[in-house]
């Protein structure tokens, strides 16, 4: 029994990640899904924040947590040999979004103006999610 549970966990799990016109399969540990995953939750924590924060109009929280999620915060460096371009540059101008919108809110936007931010932000996600999954499978 405590042989067969070695066994079956001898066989690491993988994770593909599934380009939208599948060309060839990308190959991730769970450790590196875990990486993207944190990331993205981040993202979510950071949205929520920005919203939070401008409708209670606290716009250092709304700036602060856009900053959260700016290129600083990319972990995807890490990853890049592992990553289609295409997925690292949609990452980048997702980061690089938040950054702007942090800038923008500092020096002034009105809500308006950082709304039409987020939406533009919040296509990257849209797009992204559906060009992209992370699949688990086993080798075999
Ligand atoms: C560069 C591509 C990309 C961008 C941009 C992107 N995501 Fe993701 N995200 C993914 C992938 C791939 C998954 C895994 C989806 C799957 O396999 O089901 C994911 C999963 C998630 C998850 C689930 C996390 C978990 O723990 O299961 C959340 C939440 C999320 N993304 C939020 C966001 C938000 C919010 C944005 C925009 C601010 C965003 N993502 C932008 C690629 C991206």
């Given at each position: 029994?405590?042989?067969r ?7 690491a799990?993988?994770v593909v990640?599934?380009?939208p016109v599948?060309?060839?399969p990308l ?8 990486v993207?995953l944190?990331e993205?939750?981040?993202m979510?924590e950071?949205?929520s ?5 401008l ?7 709304a700036?602060?947590?856009a900053?959260a999620s700016?290129?600083?915060a990319t972990v995807e460096?890490r ?5 289609p371009?295409?997925f690292?540059?949609?990452g980048r101008?997702v980061h690089t ?5 942090a800038?923008?809110i500092?020096?002034?936007a ?8 987020l939406a ?6 849209v797009?992204?999610?559906s ?6 499978m086993?080798?075999?």
């Open positions: 029994m405590n042989a549970i070695a066994l079956v966990s001898g066989l799990t993988l990640l599934t380009p599948m060309s060839r190959l991730h540990t769970p450790a590196e899904r875990d993207v944190a993205m939750r981040a979510l950071s949205l924040r920005i919203v939070h924060g409708a209670a109009g606290d716009l250092l929280m700036e602060k947590a900053r700016g290129m600083k460096s990853l890049e040999k592992k990553l371009a295409h690292l540059q949609l101008r979004r938040f950054d702007q919108l800038e923008a500092k020096t002034g009105t809500k308006d103006d950082a709304l039409k931010r533009a932000l919040t296509g990257y996600c797009a992204c999610h060009a992209y999954r992370l699949e688990e086993r080798p075999d």
